[in-house]
């Protein structure tokens, strides 16, 4: 057995074991592929980041949840550019670039208040149509058809992975639910790998424009993610593509985790062109605690 240190991070908050956990390992380029999933494992967050040496970029970042590597995160990438940035790892400069799965993405760093936040650009979306049983997908979250809001369409969305939006009515249910993530992939057979995000336009924070929960494909190893980046930003595409396709960009908050009481907060923007949107996630962090991990070599 060998050991490695983890540095643990919150994203998407100030305050420590709120937002979203992630594990960081600030110098990764000596362990292996099978050596990086051993210690997410151990880890147990959702995900667990490794930072390497790029030569196309400012940094690599390898993303792995418990039960396999991940093209791209959001809360992990607010979690590892915070600790680069504030450890002095980082260029001095306002934007690098990190090197990810879905190719080289840039990251901006802006202080305010004494606060430092980070602007992560996704992935161009993509969106396809939900084809599979409503009803079954209502009860794999513990809901029934008639919690679902058939107003806004149902649709698999990426901005470098795939999840599946899904419209509830209003905030009632969002107490109620309960995933059975083993029955996903049946479910979501066009794309059996995407998790479920359901989302509804009525919030706890009148700050907040939607609020959210995201259920984890049962391939990840976990269950549900307190404060999910990537799902956010697609739920920006969302609105311009779906529910005000005639603006050309948009921008408000996006507020999850309250009911896992993790309460965190996604800042999201977008902007449209001709063929494309940009999409843009913005978040901070907060340092918890350093800890070891034992793991199989």
Known sequence: MKSINVLHYD?????????NPAGVVLSADELTEKE???????????????????EQADVRLRYFTPGHEMNLCGHATMA??????????????????????????????????????MKMKQDHPQFLPFEGDVDRLASSMGLQREDLDFGMPIVYGSTGIWTLL????GLEPFGRMVPHNAM????LTDNPKASLHPFCL????????????????PYSGTVEDPVTGTASGVMGAYYLTFLNPEASSARFIVE????MGKDGRVDVQVNRFEETMDVYISGTAVFVKEFEVSYDS
């Open 36 to 54: 990086m999933q051993a210690i997410a494992h151990r880890v147990g967050f959702n995900e667990t980041t490794f930072i390497v040496k790029s």
């Open 202 to 217: 009525e919030t706890i924070d009148e700050s907040s424009f939607m609020h959210a929960r995201h259920f984890s494909s």
């Open 256 to 259: 999850q985790g309250k009911e």
């Open 80 to 117: 590892s550019m915070y600790a680069l940035k504030t450890k002095g790892l980082l260029p001095d400069k306002e934007t690098v670039w990190i090197e990810t799965r879905v190719g080289n993405l840039p990251i901006q760093f802006q202080e305010a208040e004494g606060k430092l936040t």
């Open 166 to 169: 899904v419209p509830i009515k």
């Open 11 to 19: 994203a998407f908050s100030i305050q420590p074991n709120m937002g």
């Open 184 to 187: 996903f992939p049946d479910i």
